[in-house]
């Protein structure tokens, strides 16, 4: 075995043996801290993401995704060099969270209806955090200001779209998926669409019961993964923080904010979102009265951005068994980060009165003491628009790129 592959295998053998004799001098510890992962899982994950995780494989089975992949395909690969599929990816991510983006590209890739490369550009876009815990969640339950949620909202999802456009530049130039959905018919957009929808409903050939259980079924079982790994994380950061070792890492954060003159306090919301989104946008939340909440909405953003290695675990999880790669992955979280957060302080001065107004207009609720009342019926038509505007931003996307390409070829043919 070479050594290139020895040193990594030593290097978990030794963090997993730390992380083993630090749980055991601190058992009470460790104890406390499955148990607020868990909280977390239970209150704020399962109920958002279950629903969504539910729908979307019986979208997949009933072909409700080939109908919209056909419809957007020529929009789709100009502007994003990915297939119409992967509009309908774009909208169930932005709506339904973190998971459910990876899950239907992992299933796309199985399917062939991807190559590598147009799902690495998928993924590194459409991991974004759901409405529902940006809103209820972040702007509400952590930082008590629902005015807070558009701001926060434009900075994640528009910086998202930046993203995309970016990684279209990712990859070969004419790498494609084997399988084409549009080509495959004849006729009108619409009538095509629907074929499309047909033949994908024939080839699952399920009967609808059977359908929705085997989508019941797996989406508990990706439900339990996610669980099993907040709780782990969970774990982890507590035992790091018993055994000292964050307040190393809070030091190395700390000389990085002071070069953009943001408040000390704030590293250990970055420390925690490095690790955990949740943990870490509570620690953004509640830093202090002191610290000026731009600075706080800013980390903010920026951990919902980089969603976290428990995110991030789970996302190779689920796209461990494709040809997919990480580090794509990996450099998107991280720039959708910094971009997020950068955009919170230009959105700030424009949007500054708007979040005022919007905070005397929301209703003051908690999602984190009730996450199944009244919360979840205020937050849902969210998620609708958030999918609604996500399948309308396309064609509009479509449009400035033909109007760009217009242009480009004026000016070649004048000059």
């Known amino acids: 075995m070479s050594l290139k592959k020895i040193h990594p295998a030593y290097l978990v053998a030794f963090l997993t043996l730390s992380i083993t004799l630090l749980a055991i001098v601190f058992p009470q510890e460790a104890v406390h801290a499955a148990l607020k992962g868990i909280s977390i899982w239970w209150d704020v994950l399962f109920p958002s993401l279950l629903p969504f995780l539910v729908i979307s494989e019986l979208m997949l089975g009933l072909g409700i995704v080939h109908f919209f992949g056909t419809l957007l395909d020529p929009m789709m690969r100009p502007v994003f060099r990915i297939p119409g599929i992967g509009g309908f990816v774009m909208a169930m991510g932005f709506a339904s969270g973190y998971m459910v983006g990876a899950r239907l590209t992992s299933q796309l890739c199985e399917q062939k209806l991807v190559s590598r490369e147009e799902g690495e550009r998928l993924v590194s876009f459409t991991t974004t955090s759901d409405p529902i815990f940006l809103i209820g969640a972040v702007a509400v339950g952590f930082f008590h200001d629902p005015g ?39 006729g009108p957009m619409l009538l095509r669409a629907f074929k499309a929808m047909h033949a994908a409903r024939l080839a699952d050939g399920r009967p609808l019961g059977t359908m929705l259980r085997d989508s019941v079924r797996s989406s508990l079982s990706l439900i339990m993964v996610i669980g099993g790994l907040v709780v782990f994380f969970s774990v982890i950061m507590e035992m790091l923080t018993s055994g000292r070792v964050m307040s190393l890492l809070y030091m190395a954060v700390d000389s990085v904010l002071r070069l953009f003159s943001i408040p ?101 609720i908690d999602i984190v003491s009730s996450p199944w009342g009244s919360t979840l019926q205020w937050l849902f038509p969210s998620a609708g628009f958030i999918f609604a505007a996500s399948l309308l931003l396309v064609p509009l996307l479509y449009l400035v790129y033909l109007a760009a390409k217009k242009m480009y070829e004026l000016v070649a043919k004048s000059g």
Do not use: D
Request: cysteine-free; hydrophobic content about 55%; glycine content about 8%.
């Open 148 to 186: 807070l949620a558009g701001i926060l909202a434009i900075a994640h999802y528009g910086t998202a779209m930046m993203i995309g456009l970016l990684y279209r530049f990712h990859g070969r130039r004419h790498e494609t998926a084997e399988v084409q959905l549009a080509p495959k018919f004849s």
């Open 264 to 364: 000390l306090p704030l590293s250990q919301a970055v420390v925690n979102g490095f690790f955990e989104v949740t943990l870490g946008a509570k620690a953004a939340g509640s830093a202090g009265s002191g610290i000026p909440l731009i600075h706080k909405a800013a980390i903010a953003a920026f951990v919902l951005s980089w969603s976290g290695l428990s995110v991030h675990a789970q996302v190779v999880s689920l796209l461990h068994h494709t040809n997919l790669r990480y580090m794509p992955f990996l450099m998107a979280r991280l720039l959708h980060g910094l971009l997020a957060a950068a955009a919170v302080y230009v959105l700030w001065e424009t949007l500054g009165p708007l979040r005022k107004e919007a905070a005397a207009f929301l209703p003051s």
